[in-house]
């Protein structure tokens, strides 16, 4: 590779937790850069690879067949040392090394953060792609991953659905999500979750067990006796999912059962609606470059292609849509408001 090329020549790299549809994205970065003649090097292991400098030339052949795959070809990693100021020089030193005049940052918020953080010492033009299964940025409808990581939940509360059925049995399914109960909510609804605890309706009102042991009572008399399937965000009990059925079990003899899905969100071939999100976006971050900008992420709304200052997309809030929340939160809980008040 030669710095004196006259193309122009862009980096990428992919960072944070992988997610569903970051191959698709890297394959659309790198097809459309081809396609306006750019030169195109991947750090590998995200901002580590920026760091250390390990990096690749890509071109189109390399990333043709990839957005079938989950994970990233180019390796994600999570790089503390990154939020230093001496690593932000660093990583504007070897970007002007290798010549590079942009990079595009495909994950989550700590990315964009870091994104953001490198563009105080680095004059290159940088762009984000919103690679992430929690959805929590805010000024795009879907980050890529989320998609998927949705259906592979509703998938498993499914099969839970099936045993939990069969011997009229409470289970706890605990989803990721960080901080944000997007995966909660839309696998809840998708699959007809008879609870949720979500942080967004723990933060109002944290659930106490014993609420919830009223609210599995309840049900059963209102359904009479059957499955009663409960959605788990990450983070919101001490102990997760087994701790809480162990407290049912011997504080309440209540028989359950826990189901932790961990990374299975992360794994397996990205849904259609993920690569083709991932596909425009990637499309849409190398025209952003050839437009001038920098320190956006590319994002979506209602169809639209947009670009979102990157400082927003963590300081301003991407709430949970409030009608699918009241939708399974009030019109779908088997215990009515009227009867008896849900106790979240
Ligand atoms: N405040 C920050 N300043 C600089 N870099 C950051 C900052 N926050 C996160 N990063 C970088 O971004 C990486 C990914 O962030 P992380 O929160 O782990 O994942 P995600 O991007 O998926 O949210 C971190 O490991 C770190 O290298
Ligand atoms: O893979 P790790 O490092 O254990 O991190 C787990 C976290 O990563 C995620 O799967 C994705 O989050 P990020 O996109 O912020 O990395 C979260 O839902 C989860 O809390």
């Given at each position: 590779m030669s710095a004196t090329t006259s193309r122009q020549r862009i980096g990428v790299l992919t960072s944070g937790g992988d997610a569903p549809g970051m191959n698709a994205a890297l394959r659309a970065v790198v097809l459309a850069a081809e396609h306006y003649d750019m030169e195109v090097i991947a750090f590998r292991h995200g901002y580590e690879g920026l760091l250390n400098n390990e990096y690749l030339s890509l071109k189109a052949a390399d990333v043709l067949h990839v957005l079938q795959y989950s994970g990233t070809i180019i390796k994600s990693a999570r790089c503390p040392r990154f939020k230093e100021v001496a690593a932000a020089q660093l990583a504007a030193e070897n970007l002007d090394a290798l010549g590079l005049s942009a990079l595009v940052v495909i994950g989550g918020d700590g990315s964009f953060r870091g994104a953001e953080h490198l563009s105080q010492y680095w004059q290159g033009q940088i762009i984000g792609v919103p690679g992430t299964?929690?959805?929590?940025?805010?000024?795009?409808d879907a980050t890529i991953g989320y998609a998927t990581a949705v259906a592979i939940a509703m998938d498993a509360l499914d099969k839970i659905r099936d045993t939990a059925d069969a011997m009229d049995r409470v289970f706890i399914v605990e989803v990721m999500g960080r901080h944000a109960g997007f995966i909660g909510l839309s696998s809840a609804m998708a699959a007809g979750a008879e609870r949720m605890i979500l942080p967004e309706l723990q933060r109002d009102k944290p659930l106490t067990v014993a609420a919830l042991v009223k609210h599995i009572k309840r049900v059963e008399a209102v359904r009479g006796p059957g499955s009663y399937v409960m959605v788990l965000s990450e983070h919101?009990?001490?102990?997760g999912a087994v701790a809480l059925s162990e407290q049912l079990e011997a504080e309440f003899d209540m028989p359950c059962r826990p189901c932790l899905l961990g990374h299975i969100q992360r794994g397996g071939a990205p849904a259609p609606s993920d690569r083709i999100l991932a596909s425009q976006l990637g499309v849409h971050a190398i025209e952003l470059i050839l437009q001038g900008a920098t320190r956006v992420m590319a994002g979506i709304k209602a169809n639209q292609m947009v670009a979102v200052p990157l400082v927003d997309t963590w300081t301003k809030k991407n709430p949970l849509d409030e009608n699918l929340l009241r939708i399974q939160?009030?019109?779908?809980?088997?215990?009515k408001k009227s009867a008896n008040k849900p106790s979240q």
């Amino acid at each position: 590779m030669s710095a004196t090329t006259s193309r122009q020549r862009i980096g990428v790299l992919t960072s944070g937790g992988d997610a569903p549809g970051m191959n698709a994205a890297l394959r659309a970065v790198v097809l459309a850069a081809e396609h306006y003649d750019m030169e195109v090097i991947a750090f590998r292991h995200g901002y580590e690879g920026l760091l250390n400098n390990e990096y690749l030339s890509l071109k189109a052949a390399d990333v043709l067949h990839v957005l079938q795959y989950s994970g990233t070809i180019i390796k994600s990693a999570r790089c503390p040392r990154f939020k230093e100021v001496a690593a932000a020089q660093l990583a504007a030193e070897n970007l002007d090394a290798l010549g590079l005049s942009a990079l595009v940052v495909i994950g989550g918020d700590g990315s964009f953060r870091g994104a953001e953080h490198l563009s105080q010492y680095w004059q290159g033009q940088i762009i984000g792609v919103p690679g992430t299964i929690d959805n929590d940025l805010y000024g795009t409808d879907a980050t890529i991953g989320y998609a998927t990581a949705v259906a592979i939940a509703m998938d498993a509360l499914d099969k839970i659905r099936d045993t939990a059925d069969a011997m009229d049995r409470v289970f706890i399914v605990e989803v990721m999500g960080r901080h944000a109960g997007f995966i909660g909510l839309s696998s809840a609804m998708a699959a007809g979750a008879e609870r949720m605890i979500l942080p967004e309706l723990q933060r109002d009102k944290p659930l106490t067990v014993a609420a919830l042991v009223k609210h599995i009572k309840r049900v059963e008399a209102v359904r009479g006796p059957g499955s009663y399937v409960m959605v788990l965000s990450e983070h919101q009990w001490p102990g997760g999912a087994v701790a809480l059925s162990e407290q049912l079990e011997a504080e309440f003899d209540m028989p359950c059962r826990p189901c932790l899905l961990g990374h299975i969100q992360r794994g397996g071939a990205p849904a259609p609606s993920d690569r083709i999100l991932a596909s425009q976006l990637g499309v849409h971050a190398i025209e952003l470059i050839l437009q001038g900008a920098t320190r956006v992420m590319a994002g979506i709304k209602a169809n639209q292609m947009v670009a979102v200052p990157l400082v927003d997309t963590w300081t301003k809030k991407n709430p949970l849509d409030e009608n699918l929340l009241r939708i399974q939160h009030e019109i779908f809980n088997p215990v009515k408001k009227s009867a008896n008040k849900p106790s979240q």
